[in-house]
């Protein structure tokens, strides 16, 4: 992409993706080529509303999708919230809208840090604790924890972005996700 070598045909799908990718870095490079994503969704919630989805379908996009930073029962990885009784918690219009917009409502403790470290390396996490010689941190995708010495961290700045990303799902997609996620419940 950066090169201008993707094809004519494959570009829109490309930039949907580039856009998409859990990785903040390629989503601003991504931004910055093709132009901002981080405008609020046009995808009308109303009409999605009305639509009844396929739980089963649902099931499977979660599993291709979700699975790969929530916890849905005994599946998928413990990094953002769990999902498992997500159907209690947001309503069928609040489903859509974490899907569809996931910087509007990023939970306590699941806030995006823009570590950098005095090396220039930086990188997206979620800071699960700060004391003063360690921080301990939740990298996209994982579950697993790494232990940053301070005396190594230039900075660490919250950001407004959610680390989720913006799926690039068809409103019969979303329909069918959301139809399967509010039938998790307790």
Same mark, same amino acid.
């Given at each position: 992409a950066k090169a201008d070598q993707i094809p004519a045909d494959l570009l829109?799908?490309?930039?949907?993706?580039?856009?998409?990718?859990?990785?903040?870095n390629i989503r601003a490079e991504a931004n910055e080529k093709f132009g901002s994503d981080t405008a609020k969704s046009s995808v009308?919630?109303?009409?999605l509303l009305a639509?009844?989805?396929?739980?089963?379908?649902?099931?499977?996009?979660?599993?291709?999708?979700?699975?790969?930073?929530?916890? #849905? @029962? =005994? *599946?998928?990885?413990?990094? &953002?919230?769990?999902?498992?009784? #997500? @159907? =209690? *918690?947001?309503?069928?219009? &609040?489903?859509?809208?974490?899907?569809i917009n996931p910087?509007?409502?990023i939970g306590f403790g699941y806030e995006?840090?823009?570590?950098?470290?005095k090396?220039?390396?930086?990188?997206t996490c979620i800071v699960n604790s700060k004391t003063e010689n360690d921080l301990v941190v939740k990298l996209v995708g994982t579950a697993e924890q790494k232990i940053y010495k301070l005396v190594n961290v230039e900075s660490i700045t919250q950001l407004d972005e959610s680390l989720m990303p913006k799926f690039p799902l068809s409103e019969t997609e979303l329909v069918d996700l959301v139809s399967y996620l509010e039938t998790l419940r307790k």
């Open positions: 829109p799908i490309a930039q949907k993706i580039l856009q998409s990718s859990w990785n903040g009308d919630i109303a009409k639509q009844e989805g396929d739980v089963a379908k649902g099931l499977l996009i979660s599993n291709n999708y979700c699975v790969s930073c929530h916890k #849905i @029962g =005994d *599946k998928g990885i413990d990094f &953002g919230p769990a999902l498992s009784e #997500i @159907g =209690d *918690k947001l309503s069928k219009e &609040g489903l859509f809208n974490a899907i910087s509007e409502g995006t840090q823009l570590v950098k470290l090396d220039g390396t930086q990188f």
